[in-house]
């Protein structure tokens, strides 16, 4: 602990509210004699994440900071571990005395996040109650007993209660849960979330696809996620811990499925609906439901009914709801037939579905009564509604936007909408949600798009379900292309196969009104499920293509897992087929996720991508695809670069250039020239540099793709920077910022911010270090090694010009681990150059092997001038003496 104060640390025990307990870590702050940035640092060193601005935020308040919150400061602050689990305990006495304390008390608050974002508000993640909600007595009183008489007392259970609705399709499962989940939401202020666990397929979802939904609701980036589903799991219960949170898991398939969804502990609390019962699941209370009661069932039919048809009428009415087979779905469904025919009699309805032709045996089974019932509604369809929903339910899709009916059957989007509402009315699509670009999204419940698909398989030629899927399936291809365009991501060639793009009238206006970045956050789950549909059909070109269109908005939103899973699959179809052009463009994605973002801490990353991009390149140029080429060629031009070999950097990346101008690439233009750039960077050659980093930037501006724009501009500041003219660089650097942060484009970003910090630090200006704690920050965040690496060098620097050598070495020593693995050879020697320098009067047996490293780095990239710099430190260092460093 850094501290001039005397005395024994202030205690949390005297604190007997929320605004005493703050008021108790503001005086540990003032006894530690340490700033907020300062306090930020000795978080960091510890690999915790606590921003300074977050602890000024925290420390000006009058309610609780979380649990994470305390312990990173009062580790800080420089307390041991057993004063930090005092501080806890004390922090969560005062979480149960607030909740006793009633509504009017001041809540324990979250403080993670980030400086400059804006504060993440409570998910309601609930589906809308169930207006016409009928019956369910007994079961709704146990559920609303259960769920809030844990909380009577102020006190949270001791365990995690959990309890699941089970009982057959159809039954109203979901319609209890999420009634009774409306009923109990006021005690749980801190959120309720809710997924549907079963896919359109009938397929189970994937618990790390929810771990990674949840996460996101709760306010963690995309690009934060962890790829690893136990990693995504630990993170989810940190961000439920001590939350008052209702989480609703609606079809749950299997005992496997639901375990990394539960929350951690009390006071959370679980509901999950499903046909199994889940009895593997520890201390779960059950609830089986049933079929309705006549009474109930004829009372909901009323209710639906919405008439005084029933009224008087109770015969036909016990004989419809017994056809029915009292089962809530069919029950709704015929009511939904009365509803909208006010001339239709109770009577007429009872005769036509006691026609034994029409009703299918559907008294057999549950599912056949809900067959027959969707056969009644599906036949009182006029023609054009009745083939739009035998086409919509070939589609395996979560939801969907009218757009998708349109392109099936070919019609304006006005027409598409009429069609779909006649559905919704008929009770046989759902409305689910209004998207961001203001589209009502529709859906279809799991048995009725199964007895859609049955009714296109007995009504359609096999030639026309075919080309229905692929009008859909290309409609979502010609607007996906058409959106692609304009998404600031990777600039490289669009490459698609021959797959026919649905001929859309409405997309010139459509594409007009909507923003692609919104198009695309409606439609990515729609599109990846489309892709994966197309692969299931072994349609391999509309599957690469797809996927491909998918790829910059995929980086842009950081969403790094979905691109590498997708491109994947479609790869493995790709091959199967002998789809080489669609292998080498998945390959190609594939390639520049596993290059720039990945955890691996094993081998050479950089190494590794010059001998894939090299097979890349291959693959392309036996194909004759020069634009492919050229995307391949700047991959290995970047890992020739790094890897030293700089001559053929050069030569590859000018081979690149040419492949771009032949075939029309402004994309490939842009890549190239900056893969030169970067080239003659590395040799110190700045001038050529700064002639290729212009060229870039007007190649980005004439393609209209902002993410090449800001990173023109960034690299274009680092090289001024080198030549010494700081406000052309601070300029540049401060307009590429300004682009990534308009379009929340983190990966540009941070190395922006990066170029900031040396830009600071060669000035001398105090600034350095917020920018490199930020980049830091920014780079754990979103898992971008590389960055991370390169912000544990600049905190380094800045630590050791201050004198603090010893905080400097744990920075460097971290920033020369990752370019161990990263593979880049200029900034490994760097960061061991200036680690040396650290070392040196503290550990000279370190330092020198430190600068022994640096220097064999440099001889083999060939750079003199280093060499014999080294030279010198390592002779320095033979004479000194002292005691090895033991960091702790």
Same mark, same amino acid.
Request: charged share 25%; aromatic share 6%.
């Given at each position: 602990?850094?501290?001039?104060?005397?005395?024994?640390?202030?205690?949390?025990?005297?604190?007997?509210?929320?605004?005493?307990?703050?008021?108790?870590?503001?005086?540990?702050?003032?006894?530690?004699?340490?700033?907020?940035?300062?306090?930020?640092?000795?978080?960091?060193?510890?690999?915790?994440?606590?921003?300074?601005?977050?602890?000024?935020?925290?420390?000006?308040?009058?309610?609780?900071?979380?649990? +994470?919150?305390?312990?990173? $400061?009062? /580790? *800080?602050? #420089?307390?041991?571990?057993?004063? @930090?689990?005092?501080?806890?305990? %004390? !922090?969560n006495a005062l979480v149960v005395d607030t909740?006793?304390?009633?509504?009017?008390?001041?809540?324990?608050?979250?403080?993670?996040?980030?400086?400059?974002?804006?504060?993440?508000?409570?998910?309601?993640?609930?589906?809308?109650?169930?207006?016409?909600?009928?019956?369910?007595?007994?079961?709704?009183?146990?559920?609303?007993?259960?769920?809030?008489?844990?909380?009577?007392?102020?006190?949270?259970?001791?365990?995690?209660?959990?309890?699941?609705?089970?009982?057959?399709?159809?039954?109203?499962?979901?319609?209890?849960?999420?009634?009774?989940?409306?009923?109990?939401?006021?005690?749980?202020?801190?959120?309720?979330?809710?997924?549907?666990?079963?896919?359109?397929?009938?397929?189970?979802?994937?618990?790390? +696809?929810?771990?990674?939904? $949840?996460? /996101? *609701?709760? #306010?963690?980036?995309?690009?934060? @996620?962890?790829?690893?589903?136990? %990693? !995504?799991?630990?993170?989810?219960?940190?961000?439920?811990?001590?939350?008052?949170?209702?989480?609703?898991?609606?079809?749950?398939?299997?005992?496997?499925?639901?375990?990394?969804?539960?929350?951690?502990a009390a006071p959370c609390a679980v509901l999950?609906?499903?046909?199994?019962?889940?009895?593997?699941?520890?201390?779960?209370?059950?609830?089986?439901?049933?079929?309705?009661?006549?009474?109930?069932?004829?009372?909901?039919?009323?209710?639906?009914?919405?008439?005084?048809?029933?009224?008087?009428?109770?015969?036909?009415?016990?004989?419809?709801?017994?056809?029915?087979?009292?089962?809530?779905?069919?029950?709704?469904?015929?009511?939904?037939?009365?509803?909208?025919?006010?001339?239709?009699?109770?009577?007429?309805?009872?005769?036509?579905?006691?026609?034994?032709?029409?009703?299918?045996?559907?008294?057999?089974?549950?599912?056949?009564?809900?067959?027959?019932?969707?056969?009644?509604?599906?036949?009182?369809?006029?023609?054009?509604?009745?083939?739009?929903?035998?086409?919509?339910?070939?589609?395996?899709?979560?939801?969907?936007?009218?757009?998708?009916?349109?392109?099936?059957?070919?019609?304006?989007?006005?027409?598409?909408?009429?069609?779909?509402?006649?559905?919704?009315?008929?009770?046989?699509?759902?409305?689910?949600?209004?998207?961001?670009?203001?589209?009502?999204?529709?859906?279809?419940?799991?048995?009725?798009?199964?007895?859609?698909?049955?009714?296109?398989?007995?009504?359609?030629?096999?030639?026309?379900?075919?080309?229905?899927?692929?009008?859909?399936?290309?409609?979502?291809?010609?607007?996906?292309?058409?959106?692609?365009?304009?998404?600031?991501?990777?600039?490289?060639?669009?490459?698609?196969?021959?797959?026919?793009?649905?001929?859309?009238?409405?997309?010139?206006?459509?594409?007009?009104?909507?923003?692609?970045?919104?198009?695309?956050?409606?439609?990515?789950?729609?599109?990846?499920?489309?892709?994966?549909?197309?692969?299931?059909?072994?349609?391999?070109?509309?599957?690469?293509?797809?996927?491909?269109?998918?790829?910059?908005?995929?980086?842009?939103?950081?969403?790094?897992?979905?691109?590498?899973?997708?491109?994947?699959?479609?790869?493995?179809?790709?091959?199967?087929?002998?789809?080489?052009?669609?292998?080498?463009?998945?390959?190609?994605?594939?390639?520049?996720?596993?290059?720039?973002?990945?955890?691996?801490?094993?081998?050479?990353?950089?190494?590794?991508?010059?001998?894939?991009?090299?097979?890349?390149?291959?693959?392309?140029?036996?194909?004759?695809?020069?634009?492919?080429?050229?995307?391949?060629?700047?991959?290995?031009?970047?890992?020739?670069?790094?890897?030293?070999?700089?001559?053929?950097?050069?030569?590859?990346?000018?081979?690149?250039?040419?492949?771009?101008?032949?075939?029309?690439?402004?994309?490939?233009?842009?890549?190239?020239?900056?893969?030169?750039?970067m080239a003659y960077y590395e040799q110190q050659?700045?001038?050529?540099?700064?002639?290729?980093?212009?060229?870039?930037?007007?190649?980005?501006?004439?393609?209209?793709?902002?993410?090449?724009?800001?990173?023109?501009?960034?690299?274009?500041?680092?090289?001024?920077?080198?030549?010494?003219?700081?406000?052309?660089?601070?300029?540049?650097?401060?307009?590429?910022?300004?682009?990534?942060?308009?379009?929340?484009?983190?990966?540009?970003?941070?190395?922006?911010?990066?170029?900031?910090?040396?830009?600071?630090?060669?000035?001398?200006?105090?600034?350095?270090?917020?920018?490199?704690?930020?980049?830091?920050?920014?780079?754990?965040?979103?898992?971008?090694?590389?960055?991370?690496?390169?912000?544990?060098?600049?905190?380094?620097?800045?630590?050791?010009?201050?004198?603090?050598?010893?905080?400097?070495?744990?920075?460097?020593?971290?920033?020369?681990?990752?370019?161990?693995?990263?593979?880049?050879?200029?900034?490994?020697?760097?960061?061991?150059?200036?680690?040396?320098?650290?070392?040196?009067?503290?550990?000279?047996?370190?330092?020198?092997?430190?600068?022994?490293?640096?220097?064999?780095?440099?001889?083999?990239?060939?750079?003199?001038?280093?060499?014999?710099?080294?030279?010198?430190?390592?002779?320095?260092?033979?004479?000194?003496?002292?005691?090895?460093?033991?960091?702790?």
């Amino acid at each position: 602990m850094e501290s001039d104060l005397y005395g024994s640390p202030p205690a949390p025990e005297g604190a007997a509210t929320p605004m005493e307990f703050v008021g108790a870590l503001r005086q540990l702050r003032l006894w530690s004699g340490l700033t907020y940035r300062q306090l930020a640092a000795n978080a960091a060193a510890s690999g915790e994440i606590l921003p300074f601005g977050t602890i000024a935020s925290v420390l000006s308040r009058t309610s609780l900071p979380r649990r +994470e919150f305390v312990a990173s $400061f009062v /580790r *800080a602050c #420089g307390l041991d571990e057993a004063s @930090i689990a005092r501080w806890v305990r %004390e !922090r969560n006495a005062l979480v149960v005395d607030t909740a006793q304390a009633g509504p009017g008390a001041v809540r324990d608050e979250g403080s993670d996040v980030l400086p400059g974002e804006p504060a993440w508000p409570a998910p309601a993640m609930l589906p809308p109650d169930i207006a016409d909600f009928t019956g369910r007595a007994v079961e709704v009183r146990t559920l609303v007993d259960r769920l809030t008489a844990e909380h009577a007392d102020g006190c949270a259970p001791a365990a995690l209660p959990v309890t699941t609705i089970a009982g057959m399709g159809g039954v109203g499962k979901t319609a209890l849960a999420t009634h009774v989940a409306h009923l109990v939401r006021a005690s749980y202020p801190d959120g309720q979330l809710w997924v549907n666990l079963t896919n359109a397929d009938a397929s189970p979802v994937d618990p790390a +696809e929810v771990l990674g939904r $949840f996460l /996101r *609701a709760l #306010g963690m980036p995309y690009r934060a @996620i962890p790829a690893s589903p136990a %990693e !995504r799991a630990e993170a989810y219960r940190t961000r439920t811990a001590d939350r008052r949170m209702l989480v609703v898991l609606d079809n749950a398939v299997s005992e496997e499925q639901v375990r990394s969804l539960l929350p951690g502990a009390a006071p959370c609390a679980v509901l999950i609906t499903g046909r199994a019962r889940l009895t593997g699941i520890e201390g779960i209370r059950r609830i089986d439901l049933d079929v309705f009661p006549p009474t109930e069932a004829v009372e909901f039919l009323t209710r639906l009914a919405d008439d005084e048809r029933v009224v008087g009428q109770e015969t036909a009415a016990a004989d419809l709801v017994e056809l029915c087979g009292y089962l809530p779905l069919a029950v709704r469904i015929a009511g939904a037939r009365l509803a909208a025919r006010p001339t239709l009699q109770l009577a007429h309805l009872v005769g036509l579905l006691g026609d034994e032709q029409r009703r299918l045996d559907w008294l057999v089974t549950g599912d056949l009564a809900v067959r027959a019932s969707l056969t009644s509604s599906y036949r009182a369809l006029a023609p054009e509604s009745r083939r739009l929903f035998r086409l919509l339910g070939l589609f395996e899709v979560p939801d969907f936007a009218a757009t998708l009916a349109a392109a099936v059957l070919g019609c304006s989007l006005e027409q598409a909408i009429e069609h779909i509402e006649t559905l919704v009315d008929a009770q046989l699509l759902a409305v689910d949600t209004l998207d961001v670009c203001g589209q009502t999204r529709y859906r279809f419940h799991d048995l009725t798009r199964l007895f859609a698909a049955r009714c296109a398989e007995l009504e359609e030629e096999p030639g026309e379900r075919a080309q229905a899927v692929q009008r859909g399936l290309g409609g979502w291809l010609a607007l996906a292309r058409r959106m692609a365009r304009w998404i600031p991501g990777p600039c490289y060639a669009a490459i698609g196969g021959p797959a026919p793009h649905t001929t859309l009238d409405w997309a010139d206006d459509y594409t007009e009104r909507v923003s692609p970045e919104d198009w695309f956050d409606a439609e990515c789950a729609a599109l990846q499920a489309g892709v994966r549909h197309a692969c299931r059909l072994g349609l391999d070109d509309l599957a690469f293509d797809l996927a491909g269109s998918l790829e910059k908005y995929f980086d842009l939103r950081g969403r790094y897992t979905e691109w590498t899973n997708l491109n994947t699959e479609v790869l493995a179809v790709c091959r199967a087929a002998g789809n080489r052009l669609g292998e080498a463009v998945m390959l190609r994605g594939l390639l520049d996720v596993s290059t720039w973002i990945t955890d691996d801490r094993d081998g050479d990353v950089m190494a590794r991508s010059s001998i894939e991009a090299r097979r890349l390149l291959e693959m392309f140029t036996a194909l004759k695809h020069d634009a492919g080429a050229s995307d391949a060629a700047v991959m290995y031009s970047w890992a020739l670069s790094a890897g030293g070999a700089y001559a053929e950097a050069v030569a590859v990346a000018t081979r690149a250039l040419t492949l771009a101008e032949r075939s029309d690439h402004l994309g490939g233009q842009a890549r190239s020239n900056l893969a030169l750039a970067m080239a003659y960077y590395e040799q110190q050659h700045v001038d050529l540099a700064i002639g290729h980093g212009v060229a870039a930037l007007e190649n980005a501006r004439a393609l209209g793709n902002m993410r090449w724009v800001a990173t023109g501009l960034q690299y274009l500041g680092i090289a001024y920077r080198q030549l010494g003219d700081h406000d052309t660089s601070e300029r540049m650097l401060n307009e590429s910022l300004a682009i990534s942060r308009a379009h929340r484009d983190h990966y540009p970003e941070v190395l922006t911010v990066l170029a900031l910090a040396r830009l600071h630090l060669e000035r001398g200006d105090s600034a350095a270090r917020e920018a490199a704690e930020t980049a830091l920050l920014l780079s754990r965040k979103y898992h971008m090694r590389h960055h991370l690496a390169e912000a544990y060098a600049i905190l380094g620097e800045i630590e050791l010009r201050d004198g603090r050598s010893v905080r400097a070495i744990r920075h460097l020593e971290a920033s020369v681990a990752i370019w161990r693995t990263r593979g880049w050879h200029s900034f490994q020697a760097a960061s061991l150059t200036t680690l040396g320098k650290a070392y040196l009067g503290i550990d000279a047996r370190a330092a020198r092997q430190a600068f022994v490293d640096a220097e064999a780095l440099y001889a083999q990239l060939g750079y003199t001038d280093k060499v014999t710099e080294l030279k010198v430190l390592v002779e320095s260092t033979m004479d000194r003496q002292g005691p090895a460093l033991r960091l702790t």
